[in-house]
Every structure is written in structure tokens, then in C-alpha cells.
């Protein structure tokens, strides 16, 4: 699997490039925002352009129009602009850029990518949340696609009554065996009630399966199964899209979707040194140290 860092942050760009794993780096306006509120003065432009030297793999930069045409023209204007630094830009485009505030057009983000890719400028498609999105981005020709675990996994947690920020931190784990459980713990009056062996009342009945389906996503449990999903429709027709799994907030996420085979993990910095502490290591490391005898030192002078 490879492994882009999922920042528009220079230093965590450079640092995490110095551990040697790097393959590449991911960007969105989010991220862009946060690094111009760190500096004054900053000039932009520049400042992609050393992104792009700094990393020898992928570097994807978002369109930020909504129609067909604003993301092409800003699709090949990014291109022209910073792939001649690294030869090495991605351009990313929304799936769908519709919704009840768009004006413009509808499914343009269907469309340039479909134009971006006939002109042969690689994209990255941006907020996938389901699986047949990925299936046309795929069919749109795009190189890479993005779902984004995180925030499947924030929209499930959602519809059972938890909320982001109150009942679970960002960075909080998504255990579907445990939504799967509470459900039943939940259901388990009704099932009584219904009878167990009347499997047809069960399977007919309103309560259970408003339950059943308020834990899942159209049938998708958490963000690391929508990958699994993506990744199986993918080798299913020999689809050379790459499956980038993205809005990763925790290091055993990241661990699913490998599992899942995704082609690629854009982690933000803090969870990739997340994947390398663990308290077990940290104790071994003293123990080493402390059991250093004289004799074994010497070799090394
Ligand atoms: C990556 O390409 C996405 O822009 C990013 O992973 C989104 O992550 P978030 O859901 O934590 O904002």
C-alpha cells in the first residue's frame, strides 16, 4: 500500500518525507485554509511549488469551481501551473459538486473528470461516499478515487444519535461489531415480542428494520468496508483505478483498509505517528537501554 500525508503543512510534508515512507501527499481547500492561518504573507503559489519539489510521488491539488467548465479551466491551469515543477500533479474534482446551494449545472463533477482525463491530466475524485460513485469516476477514466472512511463513519455514527465533538472525538475508533450488538441489545424486547421463530414477522417489521437500517449506510457498516467495496468492484472488471483511501482519523482505520487492500492511505501527520508509537516499544526501548553492559558498548567504540 502506499502512503501519501494527507496535509497542505510543509513541515509535516518534509518531516514525514524524511522516514522514507512517503508516496505522495494529498491537499483540499480545509487544508489549504489551515496552512495560510499559520503564516503571514504567505505566497501561494510558491508555496504548492515546494510542496511539489519536496515529494518524489503524487501531489493532489483541488479545483475549487462547480461547474464543468470552472474545473477543467482550473484542472488544466493547475497543471500547467505546478506539474512542470515535479511532474507530479494530481488534480482533484468533487464526484458531484450539485447540492441545494450549487448553481450552474448538475453531475459537473462527472463530467470534468471525464475531460481532464481525455486530455490525460490525472485526477483524484474527491468526497466519495459510496461505492457506485467510485464505479463512474472509475468509468470517467479518473486515476484515483476517495472515499472517505472518516466521514462514513462520522454519517453512521449520525444516525444512531452520536454526535462528532460531544459523544466521540474525531480521532475515535468506528466499531461496527459493537453497532451491530448495541442494535441488537436494542431490538432484542421487539424480537421477543415478535417471537423468535417468526421469522417473517421479523423480517417484515418496522421497528427492526428502521433500527437494522439506521446503523449502516445504504448497507456499508463503516468507511473501511465502503473500500473493501470499492476495491472489489475494481478488480471485478480490471478497472486501473487506484482505490486512495482518504479521511483516515485513527491508525486502526488505517489498518481496515489496508486489510481491505486499498491502494493507497492519505493519513494525516498525527495519525501516521500514531501507526508507529505503542507503549509495549516504548518500554522495551528502556529496558534495552538500561540492560547495556560495558562489554556489549565496546564493540561499538
Ligand atoms: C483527502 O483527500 C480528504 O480531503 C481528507 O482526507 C478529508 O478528511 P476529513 O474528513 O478528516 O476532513
Redesign the pocket.
Same mark, same amino acid.
Request: charged share 30%; net charge positive.
Given at each position: 500500500m502506499k502512503i501519501f500525508v494527507?496535509t497542505a503543512e510543509l513541515d509535516e510534508i518534509k518531516e514525514a518525507n524524511s522516514w522514507g515512507i512517503l508516496d505522495g501527499v494529498?491537499?483540499?481547500p480545509? $487544508?489549504i485554509k489551515k496552512a495560510v492561518r499559520k503564516r503571514e504573507n504567505i505566497d501561494m503559489e510558491e508555496y504548492i511549488k515546494e510542496i511539489c519539489r519536496v515529494v518524489d510521488g503524487p501531489v !493532489?491539488l483541488?479545483v475549487i469551481g462547480l461547474t464543468r467548465d470552472e474545473m477543467v479551466a482550473q484542472g488544466e491551469l493547475l497543471y500547467e501551473k505546478f506539474n512542470p515543477v515535479n511532474d507530479n500533479v494530481v488534480v482533484?474534482i468533487p464526484i458531484n459538486t450539485s447540492s441545494p446551494k450549487s448553481t450552474g449545472g448538475e453531475y459537473e463533477g462527472l463530467k470534468a473528470l471525464k475531460d481532464l482525463s481525455s486530455k490525460g491530466i490525472p485526477t483524484?475524485t474527491?468526497l466519495i461516499m459510496k461505492p457506485e460513485q467510485a464505479l463512474l469516476a472509475a468509468k470517467a477514466g479518473t486515476r484515483y478515487v !476517495?472515499p472517505?472512511a472518516?466521514?462514513i463513519d462520522?454519517f453512521i455514527r449520525n444516525n444512531v444519535g452520536l454526535t462528532r465533538g460531544e459523544d466521540y472525538p474525531?480521532s475515535a475508533y468506528h466499531n461496527a461489531d459493537w453497532l451491530r450488538h448495541a442494535s441488537y441489545l436494542k431490538l432484542k424486547p421487539r424480537y421477543e415480542e415478535l417471537e423468535g421463530n417468526d421469522l417473517a414477522g421479523i423480517y417484515f417489521d418496522e421497528e427492526v428494520n428502521r433500527v437494522k437500517e439506521s446503523i449502516s449506510d445504504e448497507g456499508i457498516y463503516t468507511g473501511a468496508a465502503a473500500v473493501s467495496s470499492i476495491n472489489q468492484i475494481f478488480s471485478n472488471y480490471n478497472f486501473d483505478t487506484e482505490v $486512495?483511501a482518504? !479521511? $483516515?482519523?485513527n491508525s486502526r482505520q488505517v489498518r481496515e483498509v489496508a486489510e481491505a487492500g486499498a491502494d493507497v492511505s492519505?493519513i494525516?501527520f498525527h495519525v501516521l505517528k500514531e501507526m508507529i508509537d505503542h507503549y509495549k516499544t516504548e518500554q522495551g526501548i528502556i529496558s534495552f537501554s538500561e540492560d547495556v553492559v560495558s562489554e556489549y558498548e565496546g564493540i561499538f567504540r
Open positions: 494527507d494529498t491537499t483540499n480545509s $487544508l !493532489s483541488e482533484k483524484n474527491t !476517495s472517505f472518516g466521514r462520522d474525531k $486512495l482518504a !479521511s $483516515l482519523r492519505t494525516p
